[in-house]
């Protein structure tokens, strides 16, 4: 497994700012991936973030609302822009335990979270 | 894209007894099969995990099948502790390297009672 942390653990924000949520861990990985989790629900695949290329997002997120930065093989970014209180989510990092030599695993393991209230 | 569906959505037993959680898929093309649980408040752990090249796979209490003909794959607790009492989300891994993801089923609400 991994040590992934996450910053800020929970935020209360004004519509209309933005916030950015870092996702650190404590080993080199390729795949880290961010999830959305609304109160109650299942956990909602984001975007996928490779380190060297641009993240690919699923259907109904665009890079305009979240970008993500991928600068390292330890560490990832996600912005929520131009807040609504339909953002108000647990918003989670998780990485996959495949090494930067290949040997992918598939196997995901998930930050703690950040608990995002917007007002 | 793959589609995961997963019964039921709450489940109440008593300290003891088992519990039977299901799941299934729709991409015949899926290969790995994790389940997590998730306490109130934190994040989702990997409790066990099944690739489609294995049919049955168990750790101490816990248990997972997998029938890739039908497409279901399933999570077995025995001698239910309250400790055991949280939320179990299914998933399915839809592609392969760098494409894979993994597609999330609604989850069940398990509660033990002592």
């Known amino acids: 497994s991994a040590v992934i942390s996450q910053k800020p653990s929970r935020d209360i924000c004004q519509r209309g700012t933005s916030l950015t949520i870092q996702c650190q861990v404590d080993?080199?990985?390729?795949?880290m991936f961010w999830y959305r989790q609304q109160p109650g629900q299942s956990l909602t695949l984001i975007a996928t973030?490779?380190?060297?290329?641009?993240?690919?997002?699923e259907s109904g997120f665009v890079i305009d609302k979240f970008p993500i930065s991928r600068p390292n093989l330890t560490f990832s970014t996600l912005t929520v822009s131009n807040m609504s209180p339909e953002d108000s989510s647990i918003y989670l990092c998780?990485?996959?335990?495949?090494?930067?030599?290949?040997?992918?695993?598939?196997?995901?393991?998930f930050g703690p979270g950040t608990r995002l209230t917007v007002l | 894209g793959e589609n995961v569906e997963q019964h039921p959505s709450t489940l109440s037993v008593q300290e003891g007894d088992s519990a039977v959680i299901k799941c299934t898929y729709s991409?015949?093309?899926?290969?790995?099969f994790p389940w997590y649980k998730q306490e109130l408040g934190k994040r989702p752990q990997l409790i066990i995990d099944?690739?489609?090249n294995v049919g049955e796979k168990k750790d101490q209490r816990i248990a997972v099948t997998l029938n890739k003909t039908a497409k279901h794959f399933s999570l077995h607790i025995t001698e239910t502790q309250p400790e055991d009492s949280a939320v179990y989300f299914c998933?399915?891994?839809w592609g392969g390297g760098s494409n894979y993801k993994l597609t999330f089923g609604k989850g069940t609400l398990l509660t033990v009672n002592p």
């Open positions: 998780s990485v996959d335990v495949s090494s930067p030599w290949g040997l992918d695993t598939d196997t995901q393991y």
């Open positions: 080993s080199q990985v390729t795949m």
């Open positions: 973030a490779n380190q060297g290329s641009e993240a690919t997002y």
């Open positions: 991409d015949s093309a899926s290969n790995y």
């Open positions: 099944i690739r489609s």
């Open positions: 998933a399915a891994s």
